[in-house]
């Protein structure tokens, strides 16, 4: 295994303290807990929004923590659920009286554990919590850590878009809406080129050939819907569309997101994001909005995932709204730009 | 050979064509001539600033087109200069007749087409024109593509500190010597975990063993200083900062740029930040700015490089001046955020 790590004990503990020299001002961590806080603490009255889940996902969830997204982002081990003590503090630290809404991927332990720290919150500390479950991945019904469909890339958009519905002030229902909204509008499908090195494993999680790709991987290696020969990016991009475009509800202009699993370089994903904006437009589909990058990983695993989003005006409008993460960063004016 | 492409033959040409439509408004794209525009034109009277080189780094050069950043920037077939009709079309697209700036890697095919397209601007077109070379890679002197020092990551500290410069209204000459200035005072060094793999080769461009890391490795995978067995990200940082702090002149804070080399994990880039902060402590450095991400990069390669540049307060301050491109973004009301 070749890993810039010292331990497979200390990733995480490592990973946080860089996060905090290297955001000294636009973040502060809680080391004990484990959570990843805005620098500078929201406004009173506001709803709060906590994410979290396993760590090797990065930049989710810590690096959407800032104005206009997340307020806090707990941080499990690897690939593993944080703990609810560590959401509970979280709860604790951005609570302005205006209640918190945790977004929560499909997986089992971090449905569980959310769910305690939304019971421990409401019990000890008097704190109104909703919950968004996000299960946007079209690959397979049910798989290794997940009963239902898994929370993938569209989690991003939940997580921007609610926030920019907290940020306008609005209710804690009204939050809660509009990001089950976000979840059920948005659809997912990955792939992967290689296969993904747990560093407490130290070797790859699953074998794939040197002239194979899997179709429909989860952001943790687990299985996906087949294995392949290696394809050429549009055929990869129809691979992944079509089983997107046929769960994907409404009609309607969507937001396009090409996402890198870790390992990705950018001149792929562009290329990438270049054939799936020709098969949809060859498929009758608007693209209104684009965003390509690493937003959700999987440690070292190459590959890519793509997330449609059916958006309306409303949704468009908290999409364009300013957002200042470390990962995710834009301002009013350069909509206009 | 797994790569998200469609064919060897076609990667820049559709790079190119999926980041114009990632960024329909931000930027315009010159496909005849391969140039990254800025999508809103510059104000008349500023300076222009020209960068490129060949693809296989992104961000660098297209990602940093922008306001507060760069011009226009010319992409090369992979890991090869653009020709000099390019950088003569980027400098007549962008000149606004305060003259043009173009800031180029120490590469031999890059120094040697830029310097003639600077003797056509300035013979067929009349735009003044000035170069900065960067060559703040310490690892080697003379390389397989370079005589002297090879420009790396530097190059994104003076692009982003130029930008600054000329949107402040500086003239052609005092943009040019904050530029020289910011590259006397950087120093860069890289390491690498797998070796690069050229899509026109199909095969990796060199050996590295399972157990093995290549230290002061170029951006296009030319050989460093040594090989040695697999170190702690700690090892690293001291294998790195060492030779980098051995050639850094001046005294007082730095910036600190922690940067992935195409496939490494943004959490392992996070814990290089955590050890290499602290090793500066420890040598009575102190870290005054970060920046940590895939900045410049060599395609498909893991691993990293660290810059140090020495700051000054007009440095600092030129730093922390806004920035609205695609890879580099920030807002003057984050800095104090």
Request: charged share 25%.
């Amino acid at each position: 295994m070749k890993k810039l790590i010292n331990s497979p004990d200390t990733v995480v503990a490592d990973f946080l303290e860089g996060m905090a020299l290297a955001h000294p001002t636009s973040l502060r961590i809680d080391h004990e807990n484990r959570v990843v806080l805005r620098g500078t603490p929201k406004d009173e009255g506001k709803v709060a929004i906590v994410s979290g889940g396993g760590s090797g996902h990065e930049p989710l969830h810590g690096g959407y923590v800032g104005r206009g997204m997340l307020d806090a982002a707990c941080a499990g081990e690897v690939f593993t659920s944080p703990v609810p003590d560590q959401m509970q503090a979280a709860t604790k630290a951005v609570d302005r009286g205006a209640g918190v809404l945790y977004i929560v991927k499909n997986y089992t332990g971090d449905v569980m554990n959310f769910d305690m720290a939304a019971e421990l919150a409401d019990a000890e500390d008097d704190i109104a919590v909703r919950q968004v479950i996000t299960n946007d991945d079209v690959a397979v019904e049910d798989s290794t850590f997940t009963a239902g469909r898994r929370g993938v890339g569209g989690t991003v958009l939940v997580e921007k878009i609610a926030g920019a519905a907290a940020e306008e002030g609005r209710s804690l229902e009204e939050v809660a809406e509009v990001a089950e909204r976000v979840n059920a509008c948005a659809r997912s499908m990955g792939m992967a080129l290689t296969p993904v090195t747990v560093p407490a494993n130290g070797k790859p999680s699953f074998e794939l050939g040197d002239d194979e790709i899997e179709i429909g991987i989860g952001i943790h290696g687990e299985p996906g819907r087949r294995r392949e020969p290696v394809a050429s990016a549009r055929e990869i991009a129809e691979k992944l569309l079509d089983p997107i475009l046929a769960e994907l509800p409404g009609e309607g202009p969507v937001l396009l997101m090409v996402n890198g699993m870790g390992a990705t370089p950018l001149i792929e994903l562009y290329i990438m994001a270049k054939e799936a904006s020709q098969v949809l437009a060859e498929r009758g589909v608007e693209v209104s909005r684009h965003m390509v990058g690493e937003l959700i990983t999987s440690l070292d695993m190459a590959g890519c995932s793509i997330t449609l989003l059916r958006l309306d005006d409303e949704l468009t409008a908290l999409w364009d709204a300013p957002v200042h993460s470390p990962a995710l960063h834009w301002s009013a004016d350069d909509i206009q730009e």
